[in-house]
T-cell receptor, first 114, second 113 residues
Framework: DAGVTQSPTHLIKTRGQHVTLRCSPI?????VSWYQQVLGQGPQFIFQ???????GRGNFPDRFSARQFPNYSSELNVNALLLGDSALYLC?????????????FGNGTRLTVT | DAKTTQPTSMDCAEGRAANLPCNHS???????VYWYRQIHSQGPQYIIH???NNETNEMASLIITEDRKSSTLILPHATLRDTAVYYC??????????????FGTGTRLTIIP
């Protein structure tokens, strides 16, 4: 079975630009979450979406937004990019209706802002 | 979610059992212990989780103390491919699963040939 897939794998952007990252969850999973991982640190929670609704949000500015589509895939959007947004962006999926169902992560999109 | 404390780094000889400790002294009754690992340049990989009973799967065993204030992840026969950063996370289940995980800096496990 296919795991969580993310695209693109790598991306280089300039300060002030906008970026869209995409994620397809594991088949049957209805919940998608986004994490940011800065070099040398553990992943940090950004958003969680379930059934197209935002169910949780981490401590990130409004420049970060996301949405989930009817097929449960998701997009993460970041506006007005800053150098500090350079990171590995991880998408994770889970069933969303089963307590303590573990997250399954994709291999991420490496974003470099110059 | 309760905080966890892990050693920064550990070494283990190939073929031996790797025992990774985690302290979570402020864990609540409804919080699970999760273990993930991250191999360089990849996303975190789920290993195992438990509430209060010991758990075993094809990857590892999880031993949780009776007071639930600490746990140990055991990789029974470590291989070079087990070299990774291992994260111990404590999190309560919600109606929508367990999406908001708080990662620390983990334990960097190096398997030595």
């Amino acid at each position: 079975d296919a795991g969580v897939t993310q695209s693109p794998t790598h991306l280089i952007k300039t300060r002030g630009q906008h970026v869209t990252l995409r994620c397809s969850p594991i088949s049957g999973h209805k919940s998608v979450s986004w994490y940011q991982q800065v070099l040398g640190q553990g992943p940090q929670f950004i958003f969680q979406y379930y059934e197209k609704e935002e169910r949780g949000r981490g401590n990130f500015p409004d420049r970060f937004s996301a949405r989930q589509f009817p097929n449960y895939s998701s997009e993460l959007n970041v506006n007005a990019l800053l150098l500090g947004d350079s990171a590995l962006y991880l998408c994770a999926s889970t069933y969303g209706t089963v307590n303590n169902s573990p997250l399954h992560f994709g291999n991420g999109t490496r974003l470099t802002v110059t | 979610d309760a905080k966890t404390t892990q050693p920064t780094s550990m070494d283990c000889a190939e073929g031996r059992a790797a025992n990774l400790p985690c302290n979570h002294s402020t864990i609540s009754g409804n919080e699970y212990v999760y273990w993930y690992r991250q191999i360089h340049s990849q996303g975190p990989q789920y290993i195992i989780h438990g509430l209060k009973n010991n758990e075993t799967n094809e990857m590892a065993s999880l031993i949780i103390t009776e007071d639930r204030k600490s746990s140990t992840l055991i990789l029974p026969h470590a291989t070079l491919r087990d070299t990774a950063v291992y994260y111990c996370i404590v999190s309560a289940a919600t109606n929508f699963g367990n999406e908001k995980l708080t990662f620390g800096t983990g334990t960097r496990l190096t398997i030595i040939p």
